[in-house]
């Protein structure tokens, strides 16, 4: 059975940093693309960050240079670095996983199978 479970999430001030991970069970994360989306309130899920089986990655444009994917594939874990937060990245942030092997680095949240239950992060001003 597939489990990603998120944490990592908290408030902090705005210019201040978060580490996100995920630990996955059931589902590799070396061998499935991967992504991290998020939900503010009002507003539609929306992909950050997507990294696939060979380590390609793709980036929102307004994260792009302030965060980073990655994963450890020891640990058959995701990881989203985020620098210089921005109240506008408060929201509820999922990690998901790809339903077969390989496959785009997609934002697009269709193309994933399995998602985690979220994690809060909340940025002030």
């Known amino acids: 059975q597939v489990q990603l479970v998120e944490s990592g999430g908290g408030s902090v001030p705005a210019g201040g940093s978060l580490r996100l991970s995920c630990a996955a069970s059931?589902?590799?994360?070396?061998?499935?693309?991967m992504a991290w989306f998020r939900q503010a309130p009002g507003k539609e899920r929306e992909g950050v960050a997507a990294?696939?089986?060979?380590?390609?990655?793709d980036y929102k444009d307004s994260v792009q240079g302030r965060f980073t994917i990655s994963r450890d594939s020891s640990k058959n874990t995701l990881y989203l670095q985020m620098n210089s937060l921005k109240p506008e990245d408060t929201a509820m942030y999922y990690c998901?996983?790809?339903?077969?092997?390989?496959?785009?680095?997609?934002?697009?949240?269709?193309?994933?199978?399995?998602w985690g239950q979220g994690t809060q992060v909340t940025v002030s001003s």
């Open positions: 059931g589902v590799a994360a070396s061998n499935y693309r």
């Open positions: 990294i696939n089986s060979v380590r390609s990655t």
């Open positions: 998901a996983a790809g339903e077969w092997p390989g496959g785009w680095p997609s934002l697009t949240p269709n193309v994933y199978r399995f």
